[in-house]
């Protein structure tokens, strides 16, 4: 049930991104973002980890933006493993790395804002 949380909030907060960063679409309806959704928790689970703790030393020497860059990272390889995926009328398109980053960041924030207006 957590997961299925995790992917709903994952997905709104795309929708939200692709709505305030032009450079930031999808195609697929809902479809996509759910599934960009799906992807991004599977890697938040998996791989963000591991980023985390062999990047320590710049997360500490930044004072934690360095997360920014990592969110940024897992928004790349969620595009990469649709792209690779190749879903019919399914995709994610971002314009270049300072969307990424943007994005990142709106992510993230629209994410917390999610999980603080749902906590239980």
Do not use: C
């Amino acid at each position: 049930m957590r997961f299925l949380y995790l992917i709903v909030t994952n997905a709104f907060a795309l929708f939200l991104v692709s709505i305030l960063l032009e450079g930031v679409q999808f195609e697929g309806g809902i479809t996509a973002p759910v599934i960009a959704g799906g992807i991004i928790a599977l890697l938040n689970f998996f791989v963000k980890p591991i980023l985390k703790f062999l990047s320590f030393p710049l997360v500490f020497i930044s004072a934690g933006f360095f997360i920014i860059i990592i969110n940024a990272f897992i928004l790349y390889l969620a595009n990469y493993i649709i792209f690779v995926m190749d879903i019919e009328g399914v995709a994610m398109n971002v314009d270049n790395l300072l969307t990424y980053v943007l994005a990142a960041l709106i992510f993230g924030v629209a994410n917390w804002l999610i999980h603080w207006f749902l906590k239980e």
